[in-house]
C-alpha cells in the first residue's frame, strides 16, 4: 500500500506549502524551497553506475532504490534522484526505468507513461522552436537562414524510424519551404540536456536562449533568442522544471526528473533536482544512464563540472549473467554455472573499476544477485574482485526488498566514514583541443588505440573553433553495448579505432557532441514491441 505524498515529504523535510499535488501518490516540489534552504550544508553524493548493459540485464535501477531502501532498514535516512522513463524504450525494447521485484518506485504505471507532463512539455517546446523557425523563414526570412543549415530537429517521445529522415513543404507554397528534415526522440534533444543541467528556472531560461538552432547564408549563428520565443517556452516549460516527488515500494523518498539517454546525451537525471536533495538529505543516491565508460564519465566530466558537485562514492553495478555473456555464453546458457566464461566476463568489470578510479574516487563494486548465481561463481567473483583490491557486496533488492540489502547499507557507509576527503579528478583539461580531449575519452576509457576524424567531423571542429567554443566539455554518442563503436565488440575490446563522424555545439546545453560510429538519435523499434506485449496484460 502506497503512502500519502504528503506523508513522503514530511520524511525528507518538505512541507505542504511547497508542494501541488497530482492525484494521492505524485507531487511535484515547487523550487522556491531551494531559496530556502540555500545555506544549509549538502549531503553526500553517491553515484550509481554499471558495466557495459546486456540483454541479460545488469538492474542499475534496481540497485538504486536497493541502496535506499537498504539504507533506511540500517537507520539512514537518504534521498533518491533517477531519470524519468522515455515512452520510446517503454513501448520499444527496454522496457519500463521504475525497477523490478521487490524495489521499485511507485505508482510504476503513472511514472513510465504520462507521469506529471515533463516529457509533454518539453516535446511541445521542442516543436514549437522548430515550427517557428520554419516559420521565419517562409515569412521572409530576415534572419538570413540557410534553409540547409538548420540543426535543430523536430521531436517525439516514440521510438519511430521513419521520421530519421523525411521532406516536409511538401506540395504548394502554402505549405512551407520544401527541404529534409530530421526528427530525434525527445530525449536526445538538446532542450532535455538544457533541462537536465540548468541549475535554476533563470539559467534554464539563459540556456535554452542560447542554444544555436540554424546558420545564416554566411555561417553566423542564429539562436532560440533571435526567434524572440524565449517567454513562450518558458510558459511551456514552468511547471516542468519543478522536480517530481515519488515513493520506493518501502515508502523512501523519490526525486524522479529529466532523463536524456546516455548514449546520445550526458544521461543523468536534473541538476535541479540532484542540489535539492542534497540540500534536503543527509545522503542522496543517483544514477547515470547506460554503462561507467558514457553514463559515468559524462556524469564526472559534464554534470559535476556545470553543477560544482562531486559524488562521495561510486557504485558498480554487475551481474554474474552479464559478465558470463561478456565472457562469451550464449544468452540461452546463462542459467548454466560456467565459471571459465565468468572469469572471462570479469575483465568488463575490472576495465570499468579502473576507469572509474582515474577519478581519485573510491568504488564499491555490487552484484545484483539472480536465482541462477550459484554458490561456485559466487565465491569466484569474490576472490576476483578481492585480489584486485576491489570491495564487493552482493545485492539481493529484487527478491527480498531492503533486507536483501542490509550489507551493500552497511558497506556503502562504512565506506563514506572511512573514505578520505579525496581530491576529485577530471579526466581531462577543458582547455585542451577538441581532438585531444575527444583522445583522452577513447584511450583512457574505451582503451582504443586511436580516433579517426572523417572529413564533416574535421569541418564541424574548424567551425566549433571558429566560435570560440572549443573549451567546452565533450559529450561522446556512441553505441552503449560495447567500450567500442561497434556494438558486436563485447567485454574488453583491444587494437580498435573510434571514427568521430560529426560534431555538434550543443551551445545552451554548454558541451560538444561527438557522434561515434553508427549512432541514431532515433531508435526503431524491435521486430515485436513491448506495445504489443502489453495485448496480453
Known sequence: MLEPIEKIAKKTN????????????????????????????????????????????????????????????????????????????????????????????????????HFNGDMHALTSSINLIAAVLDNHIYQGNELNIDPEKIVWKRALDVNDRELREIEIGLGSRVNGIKRTEHFEITVASELMAVFCLASSKEDFKERMSNIIVAYTFDDKPVYVKDLKITNAIMKLMENALNPNLVQTSEHNPCFVHGGPFANIAHGCSSLIATKLALKLSPIVVTEAGFAADLGAEKFLDIKCRVGNIKPSLIVLVATIRALKLHGGVDFEDLDKENIEALKEGFSNLEQHFSNLRKYNLPVLVVINRFKSDTKNEIKVLEELCKARMMKITLCDGFLKGGDGCIDFANKTIEMLETTNNRQFNFLYNLEDTIENKIKIIAKEIYRADDVIFLDEAKKDIELINSLNKSSLPICMAKTQSSFSDNPKLINTPRNFKITVRKLKLSNGSGFIVAYCGNILTMPGLPKIPAAVLMENE
Open 14 to 113: 518538505i512541507s505542504e506549502a511547497f508542494l501541488k499535488k497530482y492525484e494521492k501518490y505524485k507531487a511535484k516540489v515547487d523550487l522556491s524551497l531551494f531559496e530556502k534552504l540555500k545555506d544549509k550544508e549538502d549531503g553526500k553524493l553517491i553515484l550509481v553506475t554499471a558495466i557495459t548493459p546486456t540483454k541479460a540485464g545488469e538492474g542499475k535501477t534496481t540497485a538504486s532504490i536497493s541502496l535506499v531502501n537498504g539504507l533506511k532498514k540500517i537507520g539512514y535516512d537518504s534521498l533518491l534522484c533517477l531519470r524519468e522513463p522515455s515512452l520510446g524504450p517503454v513501448f520499444g525494447l527496454k522496457g519500463g526505468a521504475t525497477g523490478g521485484g521487490k524495489v521499485t518506485i511507485e505508482p510504476s504505471e503513472d511514472i513510465n507513461l
